[in-house]
């Protein structure tokens, strides 16, 4: 096991990995920006290295200053989180080359899995289903031809992309050259790559998530699966586990394909293997969409169905343990569901509502888990992400832990000047008819939105 680990990251993740650090008796660095000097996480690490300004790409994204500090500080390890350089292969790579363990899988296989291309071509090999769609990066020229042979809509994405970022729906031919040149843009700026690819749009779909752990010996087994179709601009705000409503033999079918792709992959550590599901009752469909080489936001509905600490294990795989579990060891109790708190206007298309929360109240009670790293006073920033609880609800049965999530968001409330939360739209979206019938979808949110805009 690890002596130090450095932690580079913020927010509630950073919290939660010093959480996991302190229960496996591991000393803890934060690595910070300067805006984060005096934050939640600051406070509890053990050690804390300032590595630059506010701006991420000087600070959380700043590779070199992250290694110095680690090599600095001592530190054996380091935890990327969830974003920031999580999925970059090339800091992979250069922890490796100075001696650090990233706890996360090797560069050579996230580096493969990164791109969403060959991930796609990896996995095609080991016999997962896949939409129908490009195997390569397209031009405009290609991707036209593409869509005249499979039809339209066509989802334009970065192959590079991840976190639901860096992508695009041409729902015409006539469409097509906006929608290409624009994802081919925002792929650019977001992850310095514009190659982008294509492939058939579902339109009415579940995302359907397979968590995996894997150790170095060869050892791969799945955690069950999430429920995440509750998206606004292709990002998650509602996840859950077990995904409701669909067949067992489904379910069955997508976690096989989960451990057969990391296998396939030679993965190690904790990873996401994400699905699209084009439902049709028994008859449902599965494809594969990609993987994340990270923990994940919604890590959390899967250690209260399971009992197992995620991030503990994610450790435990790095310092080169065994898994102690088999899969049989798993046994998934009950239903979890994870709403995002987010500093987002809903009225104004999700905005981000950045400020100082002059006012915090965050649920409590039986069977409540709140994840967060904010407080009053807490300086909601504009240079991150507007996420600022995870609010988890358990029960027995889907429809008590529905109602307990309702209690808990009853509960919550933020203020402060212009700052607004996704809190009681959040509560109006579990309550809807198509949640509590588990029959939402991918769209749901957007059709919410567009009638409200009709109205």
């Known amino acids: 096991m690890f002596d130090k680990i450095l932690i580079a990251n913020r927010g509630e993740i950073a919290l939660r990995v010093i959480r996991a650090c302190r229960d496996l008796g591991v000393r803890t660095v934060l690595a910070h920006s300067a805006r984060d000097a005096d934050s939640l996480p600051a406070r509890l690490a053990d050690e804390t290295v300032c590595v630059g300004p506010p701006a991420a790409r000087r600070s959380y994204l700043n590779a070199a200053a992250i290694l110095q500090a680690a090599v600095g500080t001592g530190a054996q390890a380091v935890h990327p989180g969830y974003g920031f350089l999580s999925e970059d292969a090339d800091f992979a790579d250069a922890c490796r080359s100075t001696g650090i363990t990233l706890i996360g899988p090797p560069a050579d296989v996230m580096a493969v899995l ?18 129908p769609g490009a195997t390569e990066p397209l031009d405009l020229a290609a991707a036209a031809e593409l869509g005249e042979r499979i039809g339209f809509p066509l989802l334009i994405k970065a192959a590079a992309g991840g976190g639901g970022r860096g992508m695009g729906v041409a729902w015409n031919a006539g469409a097509l050259p906006d929608v290409f040149r624009s994802t081919q843009a925002a792929a650019a700026t977001l992850f310095g790559d514009p190659r982008v690819y294509a492939e058939r749009y579902l339109t009415r779909a579940r995302h359907v998530e397979v968590q995996v752990l894997a150790d170095r010996h060869g050892n791969v087994l799945h955690l069950g699966e999430r429920d995440c179709s509750l998206q606004r601009r292709h990002q998650k705000l509602v996840e859950e586990s077990p995904a409701p409503a669909l067949p067992d033999g489904l379910v069955a079918r997508i ?23 084009e439902s049709a009752g028994e008859a449902s469909e599965f494809y594969f969409m990609e993987v994340n080489c990270r923990i994940q936001v919604e890590h959390p509905v899967t250690e209260m169905v399971t009992g197992i600490d995620l991030v503990a294990e994610q450790i ?22 994870e709403c995002r708190i987010n500093a987002e206007d809903p009225r104004r298309q999700f905005a981000p509502t950045p400020g100082v929360l002059t006012e915090l109240s965050l649920p409590a009670g039986p069977f409540v888990r709140v994840d967060t790293h904010a407080h009053p006073g807490y300086l909601i920033a504009p240079e991150y992400d507007s996420m600022i609880a995870k609010i988890i609800s358990w029960a027995p049965d889907r429809d008590t ?16 000047d212009g700052v607004h939360t996704t809190a009681g739209f959040l509560d109006e979206l579990i309550d809807s008819p198509e949640f509590r019938s588990a029959t939402h979808t991918t769209g749901h949110i957007d059709a919410l939105a567009e009638a409200r805009a009709a109205t």
């Open 401 to 416: 832990a529905i109602a307990r999530m309702r209690r808990a968001l009853g509960e919550t409330s933020a203020r402060g």
């Open 316 to 337: 435990r795989v790095a310092a080169g343990e065994r898994l102690r579990l088999t899969q049989r060891d798993v046994v998934l109790n009950g239903t979890a569901i």
């Open 255 to 277: 976690r096989d394909a989960a451990v057969t792709g990391a296998r396939a992959a030679g993965y190690e550590g904790a990873g996401t293997f994400e699905f699209l599901v």
């Open 114 to 131: 990164g791109s969403k291309v060959s991930a796609r071509r990896l996995m095609s090999d080991a016999g997962l289903p896949l939409l």
